[in-house]
């Protein structure tokens, strides 16, 4: 996955790994990042604390339709944001108005199911530009997470993903300054994870597998086609992961994981290894999440590429300080391929570290302030190019009633790069209406 995807960005726990997804800070103006998941209903055998927007506030959430022990949960979003700088670009910014259309069904089990936890999300989303008519598209995708104890002290669980979308300039690793589109470029991503854990006594043993799919289309910016294609892979992973509950609540773990992936053009072929070590805390109504820190290892099957390594560490912990207020921080360090080459023509491989803090404040028991910050280091290999990103929002959410929602949402990245033709700044307005069922 390319870096850039820097704001409203969260990080999951796999195996002492990290995946992206959506967080839970509610976005107007940012397209939906793929592989999506739904938080667990347990960890580690206890109920998750809710933060402040997952509480339940039955006056005022969807009931839904009830079939065959399945909550049915319809919806539709329209909204429109404003966007100073739709191309990403250092000089001669381009604004323009965003319209988007997002229809979206989902469907969970109930407890009375059985067993069996489901949660079935899918969506499509109509994306139309005020002037640039051109740049219009439409995205859909859908996730799908399976769960099941089978023992008091096992679980199984599959998460599945799918998304067709088109990517934002900002998101871009290309060697050349950004600027104007006729249209933007589709990705495409499946994901399947499979995870089982068990435990045996304050022992606890983790497997995760996993395989991922992406394609990329390419585009030509002022009479430069840049080659995504070279991008299309298959990624298959596997690791282990070993816990100890030291006392309730905590419970510090070691991990690794290895990665193989094949490319459709076999430039970027690779193994990847990271061994880490860290802790899940689980301190009812106080701390949950993962944090880690480790070695990260990608070595190429290519000579000239060769293989990069350094220091990796992945942050995701929500904190619960009273019942009104939720502080999340997330973060990590992630190993990607781009279409960036040095002067030899060798490939660049981009080291991108993250770190991201949120803040849901409950205003009123119908109104929610939310606000993040994030800053990302991107350094290239081989051209010698380094980029930092800083991001910040804020959002306002009224729910009206347990069928309508509004969000007003303002989002700030700017982008400093060490050689010049990278940087740019970005503001974002947007606002949005939810009607549900």
């Not at 950004?178 to 499946?190: C, I, R, W």
Request: without cysteine; negative net charge.
């Amino acid at each position: 996955m390319q870096a850039g995807r820097f704001f409203g960005l969260a990080l999951a726990i796999t195996t002492g790994s990290l995946s992206l997804v959506m967080p839970a800070y509610a976005q107007v103006t940012e397209m939906p990042s793929p592989g999506a998941v739904t938080p667990p209903e347990v960890y580690y055998g206890q109920p998750v604390p809710e933060g402040v927007l997952q509480r339940a506030r039955p006056e005022l959430q969807p009931q839904g339709v009830v079939l065959e022990g399945l909550q049915w949960l319809p919806s539709i979003t329209p909204s429109a944001t404003y966007d100073t700088n739709i191309f990403a670009t250092q000089s001669h910014a381009t604004g323009d108005f965003v319209f988007r259309t997002r229809p979206e069904i989902d469907v969970r089990s109930l407890p009375e199911a059985g067993p069996i936890t489901m949660n079935l999300d899918g969506y499509v989303q109509d994306v139309r530009y005020g002037n640039h008519g051109s740049l219009g598209h439409d995205d859909f995708g859908g996730t799908l997470d399976l769960g099941g104890d089978f023992e008091p002290t096992g679980r199984l669980a599959s998460h599945t993903a799918f998304n067709y979308y088109h990517q934002d300039p900002a998101s871009f690793a290309i060697s050349s300054a950004n600027g104007a589109l006729h249209t933007l470029p589709v990705e495409k991503t499946f994901i399947e994870d499979l995870t089982g854990t068990h435990d045996v006594g304050l022992l606890g043993l983790a497997l995760n597998g996993g395989y991922e799919r992406d394609e990329f289309q390419n585009f030509t910016i002022n009479g430069v086609t840049f080659n995504q294609k070279q991008l299309n892979d298959n990624a298959v992973k596997f690791g282990p992961k070993l816990s100890y509950e030291v006392s309730p609540g905590l419970r510090p773990f070691v991990a690794g994981q290895y990665i193989r992936r094949f490319y459709d053009h076999g430039v970027f072929d690779s193994n990847s290894y990271a061994f880490t070590g860290g802790s899940d805390f689980d301190i009812h109504e106080l701390i949950r999440g993962t944090a880690y820190a480790g070695y990260d290892v990608r070595d190429y099957d290519s000579s000239a590429i060769g293989t990069v390594n350094g220091f990796t560490y992945g942050l995701n912990l929500s904190w619960f300080p009273t019942e009104l207020l939720t502080l999340t921080f997330s973060g990590g360090q992630n190993f990607s391929d781009t279409v960036i080459t040095s002067s030899n023509g060798t490939p660049s491989v981009l080291d991108a570290k993250t770190v991201r803090g949120e803040a849901d404040y409950e205003l009123l028991r119908q109104v929610i302030l939310s606000g993040v910050v994030a800053y990302e280091n991107d350094n290239y290999t081989q051209v010698s190019r380094t980029d930092n990103i800083v991001s910040a929002g804020a959002s306002v959410k009224y729910l009206m009633n347990r069928y309508v929602s509004l969000v007003g949402e303002y989002t700030y990245s700017d982008r400093r790069s060490n050689l010049n033709g990278f940087n740019f700044d970005r503001h974002q307005i947007g606002v949005a209406l939810t009607l549900a069922y």
